[in-house]
C-alpha cells in the first residue's frame, strides 16, 4: 500500500455533492448484479493541525434508487430497508486518519439501533482547482461491503433470493475550506 502523505488544508472539507455519488451492488438469485446509489447524503471531512481528517457521513435511506421505481418502492417497504423506522444509515470513522494515495479508514456503521465495523479501502485522488467555481477540490474513492443480516435488513429474505453481502462504492468530491 502507497503511504506518500498528502497536505491538506485545516478546517471543515465540504461535499461537491454534484460531484459525488454513494454506490451499492447487491446480487439477484446468485446470477446478475442490481446497482444503484442513494441521491441523498451528508460528509464531514474535517483536518485538524496535524493535518489528519475525522470522518462521518450519513445516508438518507429514502434517497434508494435503482432507476426502476416500483423495485426502489418495495426496497424502501416494510420488507427490506424499512425506511419508516431506519431512516438513515451512518458511518463514523473510529480514528482520525492520515491521508495517502492509497489507505484504510476503518469505522462503525449504525441502521436502525445497530452498530458494526466496516473497513473501507480509499483511493486518494488528489486536490485540483476547479475552473467553474475558482476553489481547490480534493477527491477519493472508497470501497467496501457489509452483511444485510448484521443490521436485521430483509431477514425473512433467503440469501438465494438477494445475497447477504452489499457492496458499496463512494466516489466523494469535497471543496477546501475556505479562509
Known amino acids: ?31 446478475s448484479k442490481v446497482r444503484g446509489r442513494f441521491n441523498n447524503f451528508e460528509t ?21 434508487d435503482t432507476g426502476n421505481e416500483g423495485r426502489d418502492n418495495h426496497v424502501r417497504s416494510a420488507d427490506l430497508l424499512d425506511v419508516d423506522k431506519r431512516p438513515t444509515l451512518h458511518f463514523k470513522a473510529s480514528e482520525p486518519v492520515r491521508v495517502a494515495e492509497e489507505f484504510e479508514v476503518t469505522g462503525d456503521v449504525t441502521l436502525g439501533g445497530v452498530t458494526k465495523p466496516i473497513t473501507l479501502e480509499v ?34 429474505v433467503p440469501a438465494a433470493m ?13 471543496v477546501e475550506p475556505q479562509a
Not at 464531514?44 to 462521518?56: K, L, M, P
Not at 486518494?124 to 470501497?143: I, L, M, N, P, Y
Not at 445475497?163 to 469535497?174: F, G
Request: aromatic share 10%; proline share 1%; hydrophobic share 35%.
Open 1 to 31: 500500500m502507497t503511504t506518500s502523505e498528502q497536505t491538506l488544508s485545516t478546517g471543515a472539507w465540504e461535499l461537491d455533492a454534484n460531484h459525488s455519488s454513494v454506490n451499492f451492488t447487491v446480487r439477484h438469485l446468485g446470477i
Open 44 to 64: 464531514s471531512f474535517v483536518v485538524d493541525e496535524s493535518g489528519t481528517a475525522t470522518i462521518e457521513a450519513t445516508i438518507h435511506l429514502d434517497s434508494f
Open 123 to 156: 483511493e486518494w485522488g488528489g486536490v485540483q482547482e476547479f475552473q467553474g467555481d475558482g476553489k481547490r477540490h480534493a477527491g477519493f474513492s472508497a470501497t467496501g461491503s457489509f452483511k444485510r443480516s448484521e443490521f436485521d435488513v430483509a431477514p425473512g
Open 162 to 174: 438477494l445475497s447477504d453481502k452489499i457492496a458499496i462504492e463512494l466516489d466523494i468530491q469535497l
